[in-house]
């Protein structure tokens, strides 16, 4: 029976580079000339350090500007986490970079491919949700439907099996 995933996956390479150009920026202008902005990354979390609040905009910006030009969608991202105070009034923000999709946004596929009346089932399957049909120009038609319905994410589709 024909198949395919959908998932919520950055390419964690493009991020990286991102950040290091970012990193690089910072370092070579004017406005961040003796500071201690920078932008750290473990695994699927950055930490953006910053003297002022102004200053952590700025840091913002420009990384949002980089994952931009690298093809990375900034939707990605998830900035809402509030700035830490540290020593000496510097900031730091933790931005967490979303992978795989959560049970509500994989409700909503879901419910979406339901209510679409198409020959084709979807399942959650943990962080993927699995859409099956016996046709494959029904899962391909499948597929436009959740590009057009799911726009608060970048959704992209992988394991189309015929």
Do not use: C, W, Y
Not at 61 to 85: H, N
């Amino acid at each position: 029976m024909p198949s395919f995933d959908t998932v919520l996956e950055p390419n964690l390479v493009e991020v990286k580079n991102a950040i290091d150009q970012s990193n690089k920026e910072i370092g070579t202008r004017f406005d961040f000339k003796g500071s201690d902005a920078r932008i750290e990354q473990k695994d699927k979390e950055l930490t953006l350090h910053a003297d002022n609040d102004f200053q952590l905009q700025q840091v913002t910006d420009i990384l949002l500007a980089k994952m931009t030009k690298r093809g990375v969608d900034v939707r990605f991202l998830d900035t809402s986490a509030k700035p830490e105070k540290m020593s000496h009034d510097k900031l730091k923000q933790k931005v967490v970079v979303k992978a795989g999709i959560e049970s509500d946004l994989a409700k909503k596929i879901q419910k979406a491919i339901k209510d679409s009346k198409m020959k084709v089932q979807a399942s959650i399957q943990g962080d993927t949700v699995r859409v099956t049909g016996a046709k494959r120009d029904d899962l391909q038609a499948a597929m436009a439907l959740l590009k057009k319905e799911v726009d608060e994410m970048p959704l992209s589709f992988n394991n189309f099996r015929d």
